[in-house]
């Protein structure tokens, strides 16, 4: 059984019995599952980005609001620290940057 490949159970668990292995025909037909496998694969991950794109794009305007918050967060949280070190509370140090 010379150049006859294993079917994957046999490489799995290594049998190497010689009523498992695959004719040509079968390697082929092997060969072509994989390969549908395959291209529902891509199909899966094409479909997940057009759905991520979409979720962005209809979520946009509270994304963009979220975005926003983030930023003027980091800006303005040192001003809001400075009077938190003078014993200043918090509101009224954020109550004076805003």
């Known amino acids: 059984m010379k150049g006859a490949e294993l ?3 046999c490489i799995v668990a290594r049998l190497g ?3 498992h292995q695959l004719d040509s025909e079968s390697t082929s037909e092997f060969a072509h599952m994989r390969a549908l496998e395959q291209a529902q694969s891509v199909g899966i991950v094409i479909l997940a980005t057009l759905l991520v794109i979409g979720a962005l ?4 305007e509270f994304l963009i609001s979220i975005a926003l ?3 003027l967060n980091a800006l303005l949280r040192p001003l809001v620290r ?3 070190r ?3 509370p ?3 140090g954020a109550a004076s940057v805003g």
């Open 7 to 9: 079917c994957p159970p």
């Open 17 to 19: 019995d010689s009523s």
């Open 57 to 60: 794009y209809f979520g946009r």
């Open 69 to 71: 918050a983030l930023m």
């Open 82 to 84: 400075a009077p938190e």
């Open 86 to 88: 003078l014993r200043v």
């Open 90 to 92: 918090t509101a009224a």
